[in-house]
């Protein structure tokens, strides 16, 4: 077993989750799977937490799925990865992924369930079930190809190449690519946190919805009586 670890810290109203497993660049074990539902529900159940932020120690974000505990991860009783990107989608919070550095595999899946990805300019991005003879679920396939198109997503998926952040950032999969992702993740935030909760929450869902296909008149309907109740103006 290897002894990673995710961290919670709340600063600002800004809940920062860290992926932390240093000498396998920051890899998920199947304990670190199953502990990220367990931390966003923990940050949304925060009153005070407005924006999640997940990212990696040291100059890595995250580089997929510790190979050494697969057999755990994917066994029997079913995949752990999959709860922790439905815990991410499906988190009421705005997320934005910082990726510091390598996103490969398994962190390119957590990335692409935020709804936002600010990457370093040496950050490089994989997916790689190619070269493991593995089939990449079809909630990550379905969000990939979303972000990307379907043929950049075959691209990723057929050729599980490594990427630059200049052509991510071409593909789509990532929104930005700066010098200093942690500043530009820090402003960006704070900005979000400080708009209105009730439009940044009402926002989230119905692009969600827009982005399915699902139809949007009852939920927007709900909001707007949310908003005309409530008077929310911060």
Not at 27 to 36: E, G, K, P, Q, T
Not at 45 to 59: C, H, I, K, M
Request: aromatic content about 4%.
């Amino acid at each position: 077993m290897s002894n990673g670890e995710l961290r919670l810290e709340v600063d600002q109203k800004v809940a920062q989750i860290t992926i932390d497993n240093a000498g396998k660049r920051n890899a998920m074990n199947a304990a670190m799977w199953r502990r990220l539902p367990e931390l966003l529900a923990e940050a949304t159940a925060d009153p005070e937490v407005r924006v999640v932020v997940l990212t990696g120690a040291g100059d890595a974000f995250c580089a997929g799925a510790d190979i050494s505990e697969l057999h755990e991860i994917e066994g029997p009783e079913g995949s752990a990865t999959e709860p922790a990107e439905r815990a991410l989608l499906e988190c009421p919070l705005p997320t934005i992924a910082l990726v510091n550095g390598l996103c490969i595999g398994g962190g390119c899946q957590l990335a692409a369930a935020c709804d936002l990805r600010i990457a370093a300019e040496s950050a490089v991005f994989g997916i790689t079930p190619a070269k493991l003879g593995v089939v990449y679920p079809p909630s990550s396939i379905a969000r990939l190809t979303e972000l990307v198109g379907p043929s950049a997503a075959k691209l990723l998926l057929f050729s599980a190449d490594f990427f630059n952040a200049p052509r991510a950032l071409a593909m789509r999969l990532v929104d930005e690519v700066v010098a200093d992702p942690a500043e530009r993740v820090a402003e960006l935030a704070g900005t979000i946190a400080a708009r209105s909760q009730l439009s940044v929450r009402a926002a989230k869902e119905l692009v969600d919805l827009a982005g399915r296909g699902a139809p949007l008149t009852e939920r927007a309907e709900h909001w707007h009586e949310v908003a005309v109740k409530t008077g929310e103006t911060a």
